[in-house]
């Protein structure tokens, strides 16, 4: 297993991470992702040490903390040989006070976490959301508190706008408070907006890159084909599935340059899929998700090999697609220093 830097902290991540939304499987919603109970998931926590994959990925908002806590009977006895990554934001209960970004929610939701997971600290702690009601500067001193506490280790945030991941870096540089060493975003061959600004963003002040939903819902995963129906155990055909609907025509563009290279390459579309974002700048780190331990073993084929440059390229053209302006503009001038090629025209 590969590791490498979070971003501009001294941490050292394994390139892959086990999510754990498909733990629990509380309600409709993630029923769909999958229902792991704890033998199940201590199992897969076993396969996954095995393989050097030592971090795992969770949320109190996962099946309302039952993934937290089937994580934390799953590692018990071993929590010092994994990084336990989780979030906060998301509204917990009916109670105002229970959601958002505020100190008051923050750390109740911190010492809920700690306890679901059994453990006195945790080693990455996400804002789920950006909370656009609390200033940032409570936000990121209730975070910068339970670094000092010792109650989490480092800071990072999830599915923020640019704007909002900068302004948060410039203030926590202006008052000497942690800072976020690590964006959690989407991010796949079938989802590229994250190149359009968050990546330049990341590459310029050295944020990490953890990659949620690689597969784009599954939709890589090697299920789907062209003129074939959805497959009906799909994520995506039970509701699990988020955001804007892709077009079909490009995600079939998408999966014949996948079948092409698999068949070159001799690795399932998955591992392609996975392997294609493994290369690209800031990533530190990719969660993978499975349902059972075939598809866990599968992903682990993702890593200790690397497509070519010109298997790159045949990917990077399936899935390239015209920016949302200022991108379109700003891809039309030349640059004062060297850019990834996919920035370029």
């Known amino acids: 297993m590969e590791y490498r830097s979070l971003g501009a902290s001294g941490l050292k991540v394994p390139v892959l991470s086990l999510g754990t939304a498909t733990f629990g499987g509380g309600n409709d919603f993630f029923k769909a992702w999958g229902s792991t109970q704890v033998a199940e998931a201590s199992r897969m926590v076993d396969l996954c040490l095995d393989a050097g994959l030592t971090m795992f990925d969770t949320a109190n908002v996962y099946s309302a903390g039952m993934a937290e806590e089937i994580l934390g009977k799953a590692i018990e006895g071993r929590r010092n040989q994994v990084l336990i990554s989780t979030k906060a934001t998301f509204q917990m209960s009916n109670n105002p006070n229970d959601r958002g970004s505020s100190r008051h929610h923050l750390i109740k939701a911190c010492e809920d976490s700690l306890k679901r997971l059994q453990t006195d600290y945790i080693d990455i702690y996400h804002l789920h959301g950006?909370?656009?009601?609390?200033?940032?500067?409570?936000?990121?001193?209730?975070?910068?508190?339970?670094?000092?506490?010792?109650?989490?280790?480092?800071?990072?945030?999830?599915?923020?706008?640019?704007?909002?991941?900068?302004?948060?870096?410039?203030?926590?540089?202006?008052?000497?408070?942690?800072?976020?060493?690590?964006?959690?975003?989407?991010?796949?061959?079938?989802?590229?907006?994250?190149?359009?600004?968050?990546?330049?963003?990341?590459?310029?002040?050295?944020?990490g890159t953890i990659v949620w939903s690689p597969l784009s819902f599954g939709r890589l995963g090697g299920k789907y084909r062209r003129n074939n129906p959805l497959p009906a155990d799909s994520r995506v055909a039970q509701g699990g599935d988020q955001g804007p609907l892709p077009s079909e025509e490009l995600l079939y563009k998408i999966v014949d340059a996948l079948d092409e290279v698999a068949q070159e390459t001799g690795k399932t579309v998955a591992q392609v899929a996975l392997n294609w974002l493994l290369q690209r700048p800031t990533i530190s780190n990719i969660i993978i998700g499975a349902r059972n331990e075939e598809q866990l073993k599968q992903n682990f084929g993702a890593v200790g090999w690397n497509l070519t440059t010109e298997q790159v390229k045949k990917l990077d053209a399936a899935s390239d697609r015209d920016p949302i302006y200022p991108y379109w503009h700003q891809r039309d001038f030349p640059y004062l220093r060297p850019v990834p090629d996919f920035y370029k025209k």
């Open 130 to 207: 950006f909370d656009n009601t609390t200033p940032i500067e409570e936000s990121l001193s209730a975070l910068n508190t339970l670094v000092q506490s010792g109650k989490i280790r480092y800071i990072a945030c999830s599915n923020f706008s640019g704007w909002q991941l900068m302004k948060a870096l410039s203030i926590s540089e202006r008052y000497g408070w942690a800072r976020y060493v690590a964006h959690q975003a989407h991010y796949s061959l079938l989802s590229r907006e994250f190149e359009w600004e968050l990546l330049p963003l990341g590459l310029d002040q050295n944020v």
